[in-house]
Structure formats: C-alpha cells, structure tokens
C-alpha cells in the first residue's frame, strides 16, 4: 500500500527517525533562552468551531506524523495522542 498524505494507511508502531546535528543545536538551546517549540498562527474572519478545527488538526497530522514528532533523547518520535491545539481569544 503506498504511504503519502493520500493514504489513510497508518503504520502500526510510531513514526521516529534521529535528530539532525541542526534539530539537536535547535533543541539544546532552549537551555539559554525561552522554550522552542512550533506554533502556528491562523487568521481569519467569523466564528471559529474549536471541535471542527481539533478535527481538521487531527486529520493533517494523521496523514503526516512528522508534524507531532517529539525529541526522546536523541531521536524524534511521533507523540501519542492527539496534537494540543489552544484557540486563543480574538482581540477585541
């Protein structure tokens, strides 16, 4: 079965690969600054649906685990679970 974005095909243990010398660099410097993490900004107008936008969110990382990967030691592995997604309050 071919694997893509695509393909609803999930593979039964978690996705994981080595951290690159640049992702390492980029991880231990959290030890001299703020804490780095990927965050995501969406604008737009009207109501926001937070259980259609948790949906949504589940189906993009389904389809690319990478996107949830979380550092163990020296090695980036897919989290458990669903992604976390915070809706701030629109500004006034």
């Given at each position: 079965?071919?694997?893509?974005p695509?393909?609803?095909?999930?593979l039964?243990?978690p996705?994981?690969?080595?951290?690159s010398?640049n992702?390492?660099?980029?991880?231990?410097?959290?030890?001299?600054?703020d804490a780095?993490?990927?965050?995501?900004?969406?604008?737009?107008?009207?109501?926001?649906d937070?259980?259609?936008?948790?949906?949504a969110?589940?189906?993009?990382?389904?389809?690319s685990?990478?996107?949830?990967?979380?550092?163990?030691?020296?090695?980036?592995?897919?989290?458990?679970?669903?992604?976390p997604?915070?809706?701030a309050p629109?500004?006034?």
């Amino acid at each position: 079965m071919p694997l893509g974005p695509w393909s609803n095909h999930r593979l039964s243990h978690p996705f994981a690969r080595d951290c690159s010398p640049n992702e390492c660099l980029y991880h231990h410097l959290q030890a001299v600054g703020d804490a780095v993490c990927m965050q995501f900004l969406i604008e737009g107008e009207g109501a926001l649906d937070r259980d259609r936008l948790v949906e949504a969110v589940g189906r993009a990382t389904a389809a690319s685990p990478g996107a949830t990967l979380r550092l163990v030691g020296r090695r980036l592995v897919e989290a458990a679970g669903p992604v976390p997604v915070q809706v701030a309050p629109a500004a006034a």
